[in-house]
């Protein structure tokens, strides 16, 4: 069985411009979330999704923070603009359905820099 | 709110000895318990998870946690640590009602030496 697939790995920007990033959750998962990962932190979650719709993004910074599950499938996060404190590594995961019992399993994730 | 506390940020254990980490969590009812593995450039991978029942609970690739109530605590343990067990290790926790976000503490760096 396929992983979370995440793209692109690295990336480096300037600060005030726009980067997105794209996770392909595991075939058949409905619950997909996205993670903030600082360093010398455990992951944040910004965002979560059950199918195409939004459950939980308390913690998203809207106003430079947006993302989207077209279908219920992909997914993408966007930044914009990007500020030197979003340089983090974005983490995405999926889970059969959302709730305590449901395994997330995670993908590789993006690591951000932003100068 | 729920919380999790990691008090170690480092901790380096000889080859083949034992190894315990430490995780405290902070939530009003019945947690939900969970210790994930970080190898550098991957994601975060389950070890093992704690709901109810029996508060010793067995994991992937050697890993034990113990759940104590009264200290508040779900320590990981391993008998005898191998070289590919340095990676970063990760407690959450869960609530045990509505979509259940994990909460992550901030991390342990497992570094073995020979």
Request: aromatic letters at 12%; glycine letters at 8%; proline letters at 5%.
């Given at each position: 069985?396929?992983?979370?697939?995440?793209?692109?790995?690295?990336?480096?920007?300037?600060?005030?411009?726009?980067?997105?990033?794209?996770?392909?959750?595991?075939?058949?998962?409905?619950?997909?979330?996205?993670?903030?990962?600082?360093?010398?932190?455990?992951?944040?979650?910004?965002?979560?999704?059950?199918?195409?719709?939004?459950?939980?993004?308390?913690?998203?910074?809207?106003?430079?923070?947006?993302?989207?599950?077209?279908?219920?499938?992909?997914?993408?996060?966007?930044?914009?603009?990007?500020?030197?404190?979003?340089?983090?590594?974005?983490?995405?995961?999926?889970?059969?359905?959302?709730?305590?019992?449901?395994?997330?399993?995670?993908?590789?994730?993006?690591?951000?820099?932003?100068? | 709110?729920?919380?999790?506390?990691?008090?170690?940020?480092?901790?380096?254990?000889?080859?083949?000895?034992?190894?315990?980490?430490?995780?405290?969590?902070?939530?009003?009812?019945?947690?939900?318990?969970?210790?994930?593995?970080?190898?550098?450039?991957?994601?975060?991978?389950?070890?093992?998870?704690?709901?109810?029942?029996?508060?010793?609970?067995?994991?992937?690739?050697?890993?034990?946690?113990?759940?104590?109530?009264?200290?508040?605590?779900?320590?990981?343990?391993?008998?005898?640590?191998?070289?590919?067990?340095?990676?970063?290790?990760?407690?959450?926790?869960?609530s045990n009602s509505g979509?259940?976000?994990?909460?992550?503490?901030?991390?342990?760096?497992?570094?073995?030496?020979?």
């Amino acid at each position: 069985e396929a992983g979370v697939a995440q793209s692109p790995r690295y990336k480096i920007i300037e600060k005030r411009q726009s980067v997105a990033f794209w996770c392909n959750p595991i075939s058949g998962h409905a619950t997909l979330y996205w993670y903030q990962q600082i360093l010398g932190q455990g992951p944040k979650l910004l965002i979560q999704f059950q199918n195409n719709g939004v459950v939980d993004d308390s913690q998203l910074p809207k106003d430079r923070f947006s993302a989207e599950r077209l279908k219920g499938v992909d997914s993408t996060l966007k930044i914009q603009p990007a500020k030197l404190e979003d340089s983090a590594v974005y983490l995405c995961a999926s889970s059969l359905r959302s709730g305590w019992g449901n395994e997330q399993f995670f993908g590789p994730g993006t690591r951000l820099t932003v100068l | 709110a729920q919380s999790v506390t990691q008090p170690d940020i480092h901790i380096t254990v000889s080859e083949g000895a034992s190894l315990e980490l430490r995780c405290n969590y902070s939530y009003g009812a019945t947690p939900y318990l969970f210790w994930y593995v970080q190898s550098p450039g991957q994601g975060l991978q389950l070890l093992l998870k704690y709901f109810s029942g029996d508060t010793l609970v067995q994991g992937i690739k050697g890993f034990e946690a113990e759940f104590k109530r009264s200290q508040s605590s779900f320590n990981l343990r391993k008998p005898s640590v191998h070289w590919s067990d340095a990676a970063e290790y990760f407690c959450a926790v869960a609530s045990n009602s509505g979509y259940s976000t994990l909460t992550f503490g901030k991390g342990t760096m497992l570094l073995v030496s020979p």
